[in-house]
């Protein structure tokens, strides 16, 4: 039965460089060198406890820019379609974002982090510490994006096309 | 301005062997065995076209049975309090749930899966597919889950503390 509605609320808020959804970096990896920051909001603030001793952080955000979803994508790294939930791109069901993104420094209810790819002024839902021996995976296949081996990473940037 | 709602919908269900909040394992890590299917509601099913081809995706569901949130939280893992952020605890403000776990087939609208950790009936929320070479982090520092080294993770398991 698909009639729940669960209801979320941003933690905070998060700052970068990138106030256009084109010509962003597509991925973490992508966006190696950009700094942000992440204003969480002061109710929430104790939460941030111990959090700067972790060197990697998971963001869960809203693609608050994106308006309504595709089921088949042409992902910015591909040339034909897929499903939305084999591709990373925006336009989905529930238009939450994830990605892993270096922590500098907690400062209060502000934190410093490197390797952000999302909007400027996008809405953060959560935070979950990264621990590499829970969260890597080896030995794994990934269909399509294995098969785009040649593809050039860093210099991949988004387009208009989930404007 | 923390005010704005988002609001999600569930795009399937997540079964699997554990009826009871408690006695679970407490990370996909302590699961590997564990065998589950995801029942993805048919307008959503399109999406899934591609998805077989990987062999793990990162699933984000909703903690159902889950109420209310708390900032600082004792995790199963630790005997000493810790901000909700530097944790995988499910109390947070938005009770979202992240886990990547191995997927065997896909047949139809149904995902077969291997090393989930979550309770029957989880709604789900969105699947990314994984890949490696964009979600692996090397050289990482984890604070307090560090300091756990001689915990057995594949024993570990929840008990009733969020209920």
Do not use: C
């Amino acid at each position: 039965m698909n009639t729940s509605i669960i209801e979320m609320k941003p933690i905070g808020i998060i700052h970068t460089p990138f106030t256009s959804i084109e010509n962003m970096p597509i991925q973490p990896m992508a966006a190696k060198e950009i700094l942000g920051t992440i204003e969480i909001f002061p109710e929430y603030a104790e939460g941030l406890l111990d959090l700067e001793e972790f060197s990697h952080i998971t963001l869960l955000y809203h693609f608050h820019k994106i308006d309504g979803f595709q089921l088949k994508v042409k992902p910015f790294m591909d040339t034909v379609e897929h499903g939305i939930f084999a591709t990373k791109s925006p336009k989905r069901p529930n238009a939450i974002g994830l990605s892993t993104v270096e922590l500098l420094s907690v400062e209060k209810n502000v934190i410093h982090i490197k390797m952000i790819d999302v909007l400027d002024g996008t809405p953060l839902l959560d935070i979950k510490p990264f621990f590499a021996r829970f969260d890597n995976r080896e030995d794994t296949k990934a269909g399509w994006l294995d098969r785009q081996i040649n593809l050039k990473v860093d210099s991949l940037r988004s387009d208009d096309r989930f404007k």
